[in-house]
């Protein structure tokens, strides 16, 4: 193969290829053709595409009624003439309950699993498909039904309860909260049925040579998602329906009048939402590893550690949600363990953090758009786990709970955490997923607007907090204006980040450069098919000679595989000046330059 500098790519600011490739004109886009062949395709490609258009809408719907929130929290309203104001009180709290239900149901816990996971899951793992074709694309129709119904409260009335639909007030208002729980219980089967594909998947039909300790750290964040989907989401499901039979027949499960206990919602609740935080957090975890490693051309920091700390995540993640009722009157022995559980969860987190440290240390660190949004990971995550620390105290939460503290808490950890690492993952494998590479450049511009505008969005909302503003209220105090105006000018600058965004990777979809293979130079067996790869994902069943962050060993130089020696150097065979025979030269590799 021959090297060729495509200079129009390097004029767009796109990564100069190596390779001059060519797109392949039968793949799994274009192979069958016609809606029909969308609607009933059982690709796991096709799926996760088709998932990541639907979570890219409700990204969008969600996003637009927390643009509006902010504006209408410029100033403060006047509760004498509430009519001057941009909503009425009842408006937004239907405003932020829908944008707290549609980010978190609709986007956040679908979005790393049912579209990267879909789509890439089964390429790691060398497999034609995921286990169970028909059931996944079943979960895709639960998925839009579920969410059908919880967007078509906007019309019937929607819920103003917030996300958590706390009783008692979500038993006695007069807004569709039986429509919107019901849309997130139907939502629970589709991630049921995601878990259990994957889990069957990773255990059967791994390719020839991939042991598990030979697994991509994404496999392994993707499986212990999988274990807590499965155990956690049907607590969450019965505690929807009893809230439904609660608020249809008046049984009397959560109304203290009829011998309930509205405090038991809570608890049912969280045993599920809390886990939830790390059906979220998790699959990122999983792409920072990707990411990392690839992008510092190193061996990962600590494979094993960060392997398990996944699955100790995801089992000591059922034994903290006591954290969030310290202020509901448990008993002091009560507080003291869930105290001391969510200390102890933030262990396996401090060691992904420090090795993947590790792992940039000494690095050949090449800084593309999906590195930034590691990096804007690592820190923003960092302040979102330290902070969550904070609330995991006793006499701080008293103070800080139900404030903005909590509000920016969460949105480090949600948005800093899992969404940067959507964005990294996004970015990372497009050219797998698409065949064809963005505008690098645009694509740097778009990661500083969001990372500037992320902070000064929600680092603001801190200070708020410790000042004692109280969050979900329709208005404050004039003292407060200065910092929720500067926090809602930060909603301007990520919104507008998030526009560049959406341009230049719907632009690349239509006149991006081609790339081939490998365009990153990574060691999983995704990068060793086509972009965008054929329906069948593999010409032949794929064997793995090497480890997928054997960087110390291996070098990927147009698509082809060379060893590298113990200093660091390849080895290449050449032809001597006779061209009697080949000899093997010793040279800097290109990539670590």
């Known amino acids: 193969m021959q090297i060729i500098e495509d200079e129009d790519n390097e004029a767009q600011g796109a990564r100069p290829y190596l390779l001059k490739p060519t797109y392949p004109e039968i793949n799994y886009l274009t192979s069958p053709k016609g ?22 809408l409700f990204f969008t719907i969600g996003g637009i009624f927390a643009l509006v929130v902010r504006l209408h929290l410029l100033s403060p309203a006047d509760l004498t003439h509430p009519e001057n104001a941009l909503m009425m009180p009842k408006t937004y709290n239907q405003l932020f309950t829908l944008h707290g239900a549609i ?52 019309i019937t009335g929607a819920a103003d309860t917030g996300w958590t639909f706390y009783t008692p007030y979500s038993t006695t208002t007069n807004t569709s909260v039986i429509s919107s729980t019901f849309g997130v219980f139907i939502l629970g089967f589709s991630s049921i049925f995601t878990g259990l594909n994957f889990i069957v998947t990773i255990h059967k039909l791994r390719a020839p040579g991939l042991t598990w300790f030979k697994l991509p750290l994404f496999v392994w964040a993707l499986y212990a998602t999988s274990l807590i989907q499965i155990l956690a989401t049907p607590v969450v499901g019965i505690t929807l329906v009893l809230l439904i039979l609660e608020r249809a027949f008046g049984i009397g499960i959560f109304d203290p009048a009829m011998g309930g206990d ?8 969280w045993f599920y939402s809390h886990p939830a935080v790390y ?53 002091d022995i009560a507080v003291m363990v869930f105290s001391f559980m969510t200390f102890l969860v933030g262990i396996p987190s401090g ?47 008293i103070h800080l709970h139900d404030t903005y503290f909590v509000v920016a808490h969460f949105h480090y950890v949600m948005m800093g955490g899992t969404v940067m690492a959507f964005l990294a993952g996004l970015h990372y494998w497009w050219p797998k997923i698409w065949g064809r590479m963005y505008n690098e450049i645009w694509g740097l511009i778009a990661a500083a607007f969001i990372f500037i505008g992320f902070n000064m969005t929600f680092f603001v909302q801190f200070i ?50 081609a790339v081939g293979k490998n365009p990153w130079g990574a060691l999983t067996l995704e990068w060793t098919t086509a972009s965008p790869p054929p329906t069948e994902n593999f010409e032949k069943t794929p064997v793995l000679p090497y480890g997928p962050y054997d960087y110390d060993q291996v070098l990927i130089e147009n698509d082809q595989i060379v060893l590298v020696n113990q200093k660091g150097y390849a080895i290449r065979t050449t032809q001597d000046e006779k061209g009697d025979g080949v000899k ?10």
Do not use: C
């Not at 062949?37 to 799926?47: A, E, G, N, Q």
């Not at 509205?262 to 609740?269: A, D, K, T």
């Open 35 to 56: 809606i029909k062949t969308w609607l009933y395709t059982v690709d796991h490609k096709r799926i996760g595409i088709m998932y990541l258009f639907a979570t890219m």
């Open 103 to 154: 980010m978190i149901f609709l986007f956040i816990i679908p979005s790393i699993p049912a579209v990267l996971g879909n789509i890439i899951l089964p390429l790691q793992l060398g497999a034609k498909d995921v286990a169970f074709p028909k059931l996944n694309l079943a979960s895709w129709y639960i998925y839009v039904v579920g969410a059908i119904f919880l967007v078509s409260s906007l």
């Open 262 to 269: 509205p405090v038991l919602y809570q608890h049912f609740f």
């Open 279 to 331: 059906i979220m957090i998790l699959p990122g975890m999983g792409i920072i590893s990707e990411v990392i490693s690839a992008f510092s051309h190193k061996k990962i920091f600590g494979y094993k550690p960060i392997a398990f700390s996944s699955v100790a995540i995801a089992l000591l993640g059922f034994l903290v949600w006591g954290h969030h009722m310290f202020t509901s009157g448990q008993s």
């Open 351 to 397: 060691i992904k953090v420090f090795n993947w440290m590790s792992t940039l240390y000494k690095g050949s660190i090449s800084f593309d758009v999906p590195m930034l949004y590691a990096l804007a990971f690592l820190s923003l995550f960092s302040i979102g786990g330290l902070t969550g620390m904070f609330l995991g105290s006793l006499s701080v939460d």
């Open 464 to 513: 708020l907090g410790t000042k004692g503003m109280p969050r979900r209220y329709y208005t404050y105090l004039d003292q407060y204006q200065p910092l929720h105006a500067f926090s809602t000018v930060g909603s301007w600058i990520l919104g507008v980040g998030f526009i560049i965004m959406a341009v230049y990777l719907i632009y690349s979809l239509f006149k991006g450069p």
């Open 584 to 593: 093997k030269k010793e040279s800097e590799p290109t990539a670590t330059k």
